[in-house]
């Protein structure tokens, strides 16, 4: 059974400029999660998406935003970069969906870099 | 103060040593989580719990809901071992995340 997969796994972009991240969950989760670890903030929750809709949003500016497809994979864009938005973003699925406290599988990771 | 407390911060082992690490939280939880992670930043999820205790191979998870805290025990450490050990609870709607245990097991 094929893991989670993020793609890129690395991207280097500029202050202003947006960026769109993907992740494919495993086959038959339609849960998908979004979090950005920073080393000054750790991992924060950004948001969760269930069967293509949004089901809950952490504390982010409306700069980032989401997705998800009829097949479940998701997206996440950030609009006008700023530096601190350098981190990684990791995306994980779940067959239930962290509402109802499925197991997480995770994803390698997008390494982010905003100069 | 952090709704997810974790201790110690770092921590270096010999191999074979026994390994806690701790877990406080103030928030109401419907479960938490234990998680991995390796250098190089994948994360895999090693225990959900909700009450009780949990074992898979030498990892023991604990969970005392009254006391709001989580132990992860690691018997008969091995270098392989070495990693960010975070602790995640589930509040309401989402994920809170400690900021990590970083284990060293030296040979």
């Known amino acids: 059974k094929a893991g989670v997969t993020q793609t890129p796994r690395y991207l280097i972009k500029t202050r202003g400029q947006q960026v769109t991240l993907s992740c494919s969950p495993i086959?038959?989760?339609?849960?998908v999660s979004w979090y950005q670890q920073t080393p000054g903030q750790g991992l924060q929750f950004l948001f969760e998406?269930?069967?293509?809709?949004?089901?809950n949003k952490g504390n982010f500016p409306g700069r980032f935003s989401g997705r998800q497809f009829s097949n479940s994979r998701s997206e996440m864009n950030v609009s006008t970069l700023e530096l601190g938005d350098s981190a990684l973003y990791l995306c994980?699925?779940?067959?239930?969906?962290?509402?109802?406290?499925?197991?997480?599988?995770f994803g390698e990771g997008s390494r982010l870099t905003v100069l | 103060k952090n709704e997810v407390e974790q201790s110690p911060q770092n921590l270096t082992a010999q191999e074979g040593e026994f390994i806690t690490i701790n877990c406080s939280y103030s928030?109401?939880?419907?479960?938490l989580h234990w998680l991995q992670q390796h250098p190089g930043g994948g994360i895999v999820s090693l225990f959900m719990?909700?009450?009780g205790k949990k074992k898979h191979g030498r990892l023991i998870a604990t969970i005392n809901i009254q006391e709001k805290h989580s132990s992860l025990h690691i018997t008969a450490s091995h270098p392989r071992d070495s990693a960010v050990y975070i602790c995640?609870?589930?509040?309401?709607?989402?994920?809170?995340f400690g900021t990590g245990t970083r284990l060293q097991v030296f040979p």
């Open positions: 086959s038959g989760h339609r849960s």
């Open positions: 998406y269930f069967s293509e809709t949004q089901r």
């Open positions: 928030v109401g939880i419907s479960a």
């Open positions: 994980a699925s779940s067959f239930l969906g962290t509402a109802n406290t499925g197991e997480l599988f």
């Open positions: 719990l909700s009450s």
């Open positions: 995640a609870v589930k509040d309401t709607d989402k994920l809170i």
